[in-house]
T-cell receptor, first 113, second 116 residues
Framework: DARVTQTPRHKVTEMGQEVTMRCQPI?????VFWYRQTMMQGLELLAY????????DSGMPKDRFSAEMPDATLATLKIQPSEPRDSAVYFC???????????FGSGTRLTVV | KQEVTQIPAALSVPEGENLVLNCSFT??????LQWFRQDPGKGLTSLLL?????REQTSGRLNASLDKSSGRSTLYIAASQPGDSATYLC???????????????FGKGTKLTVNP
């Protein structure tokens, strides 16, 4: 089965450090979403790419978060500097076009101490 | 603003019972609606995808319906089993006016417990 691969699975870091999370979308998929999941807020949309171009990153704190797709096989989400309130599970999802639904990766569990 | 609401937030039922989970959304301009399952500490597994032109989809003991005009979807689980215990999430792909883009918005989920 084709899958979305996220690395690392777990990350513990100290406040102020840079964190980079990576996502390998399913080959051929042209749409990538980044979400953050917390107990309080549920799944929050952070960024959305189509054909590698950012279409919506309005949900992302711009001062510390950045999302990129350097090529079609890699999406990255970077936090610099990290803060304890960034502790959450970050999910990446990919899909082909709007009609066909999305496949999620297993997530990166981030803990900032 | 595009919003998705799921009720109830939690549900506990005895094994064998048929049950319905509800999802409502605020805008009828959608591409599709997708139901996911999430086990504790795990990722999201897609259960059913209903296109905006469809009324329902079935997979095994699961049946999902869509009423786009009223902004509602239901997930029906027949003959529930303890293995069905998980959080069920509804996600709506809203059609945005700018450039054919979309916004995939999730409800907060229904936590289901099926007791043996």
């Amino acid at each position: 089965d084709a899958r979305v691969t996220q690395t690392p699975r777990h990350k513990v870091t100290e406040m102020g450090q840079e964190v980079t999370m990576r996502c390998q979308p399913i080959l051929g998929h042209n749409t990538v979403f980044w979400y953050r999941q917390t107990m309080m807020q549920g799944l929050e949309l952070l960024a959305y790419f189509r054909n590698r171009a950012p279409l919506d990153d309005s949900g992302m704190p711009k001062d510390r978060f950045s999302a990129e797709m350097p090529d079609a096989t890699l999406a990255t989400l970077k936090i610099q500097p990290s803060e304890p309130r960034d502790s959450a599970v970050y999910f990446c999802a990919s899909g082909l076009v709007a009609r066909y639904g999305y496949t999620f990766g297993s997530g990166t569990r981030l803990t900032v101490v | 603003k595009q919003e998705v609401t799921q009720i109830p937030a939690a549900l506990s039922v005895p094994e064998g019972e048929n049950l319905v989970l509800n999802c409502s959304f605020t805008d009828s301009a959608i591409y599709n609606l997708q139901w996911f399952r999430q086990d504790p500490g795990k990722g999201l597994t897609s259960l059913l995808l209903i296109q905006s032109s469809q009324r329902e989809q079935t997979s095994g003991r699961l049946n999902a319906s869509l009423d786009k005009s009223s902004g509602r979807s239901t997930l029906y689980i027949a003959a529930s089993q303890p293995g069905d215990s998980a959080t069920y999430l509804c996600a709506v792909s809203f059609r945005l006016t700018q450039g054919g883009s979309e916004k995939l918005v999730f409800g907060k989920g229904t936590k289901l417990t099926v007791n043996p």
